[in-house]
């Protein structure tokens, strides 16, 4: 049988990612290999641009959006595979052909979870959130590295970094009786680096804001209690139109929203929350939640708040907040799914 035979009966290809080069397993219908190529990137689109349309898999990771996409472009029907769903196929010691088999062997699985390709706007809406994402953990680290530096010279303020950000001047001018004039240019030093990282962390804000006063999707999400901005952006660049699942519930326990299940004999068990998928995302509609329970006025507009009252009275805070995270989640996979506006006293469809 010649290759270019072997080539026509190929129905599906498991693609390893590489940085340089792509290793690729053929499959015909049965399951049963029928090559094995390793390709330079470039070649890639040019190899796979003439042969009849297959199922392609890949695992979705750093490019693998990009490549996808450029693979769809060709006709060809392309599933990005969580890489922890590829693990269980995987069949002796590690190479990268035993990848490119164990990813062609989980795309066909008819029970696996696929990620949806990103748009090129996706991908840039999810690297700012990212950015703006590390650099507030650097804001914070220098925060907390200058209360340590107090701390270890007999200084303490309030928590909080506003109180933080009131007390430093008076602590640098009026504390010489116990900070060397070492340590008070060490701690301007790091104020500067706080003040630059607060101005780099506004612009990266107002880009977000812009997008997503920009994008009609976004717009519908913030009309959710709870969800400005930056909720709505995240959940669009995370989501895209919610397609990928099939109701509210599921969105809710893909954000690690919902108790961990540790079932067996018929009993069932339930934990604290999983705590899976993405974590930013989750964090985001827990602090949501957190704003809307301050706002306790406001609760009786909308139609969950006679739970909300309830549940205020028998959970305890951090539960109560999660909880509302995982309503608030449900609602806006609900609005975006069916590209309607959000009404307050107007109950959704089950989800």
């Known amino acids: 049988m010649t290759?270019?035979?072997l080539h026509d009966l190929v129905t599906t290809i498991g693609l390893d990612l590489g940085k340089n080069s792509f290793h690729l397993i053929g499959m015909d219908k049965h399951g049963k290999i029928l090559w094995r190529q390793k390709l330079a990137r470039g070649q890639l689109e040019e190899r796979l641009a003439n042969r009849p349309p297959c199922l392609i898999g890949l695992e979705a990771c750093a490019?693998?959006?990009?490549?996808?996409r450029r693979l769809a472009a060709l006709g060809h029907e392309v599933r990005l595979i969580p890489a922890q769903y590829v693990k269980p196929f995987l069949k002796g010691h590690k190479n990268d052909y035993r990848d490119a088999e164990a990813i062609a062997e989980a795309v066909q699985r008819p029970t696996m979870r696929f990620v949806p390709l990103k748009s090129s706007e996706q991908l840039e809406l999810q690297a700012l959130h990212r950015v703006r994402s590390r650099l507030v953990g650097q804001r914070t680290a220098v925060i907390n590295q200058i209360r340590g530096f107090l701390l270890e010279h007999g200084i303490a303020v309030r928590q909080g970094a506003t109180r933080l950000r009131q007390a430093l001047p008076t602590i640098l001018a009026q504390r010489d009786d116990v900070l060397t004039p070492r340590m008070v240019h060490l701690l301007e030093d790091l104020c500067g680096d706080w003040r630059q990282?607060?101005?780099?962390?506004e612009a990266i804000t107002s880009q977000i804001e812009e997008l997503a006063r920009q994008?009609?999707?976004?717009?519908?999400l913030m009309g959710i209690p709870g969800v400005g901005p930056l909720v709505a952006s995240a959940m669009v660049a995370a989501i895209g139109n919610g397609a990928a699942f099939a109701r509210g519930r599921d969105f809710g326990a893909w954000l690690g929203l919902v108790?961990?299940?540790?079932?067996t004999g018929d009993r069932t068990i339930l934990a604290g929350l999983s705590k899976r998928g993405n974590r930013y995302p989750r964090q985001l509609f827990v602090q949501g939640a957190r704003a809307v329970l301050q706002q306790q006025g406001s609760w009786t507009k909308h139609r969950f708040g006679h739970w909300l009252t309830g549940a205020a009275a028998r959970l305890h805070g951090n539960v109560?907040?999660?909880?509302?995270?995982?309503?608030?989640?449900?609602?806006a996979w609900g609005v975006l799914y069916r590209a309607r506006d959000y009404a307050p006293g107007v109950p959704m469809q089950p989800a």
Request: charged share 20%; with cysteine; hydrophobic share 40%.
């Open 259 to 263: 108790p961990k299940q540790i079932s």
């Open 215 to 220: 994008d009609p999707s976004c717009q519908r």
């Open 63 to 68: 490019g693998a959006h990009h490549v996808g």
């Open 320 to 331: 109560l907040a999660a909880a509302l995270a995982n309503k608030l989640a449900r609602i």
């Open 3 to 5: 290759n270019s035979t």
């Open 197 to 201: 990282l607060d101005t780099r962390i």
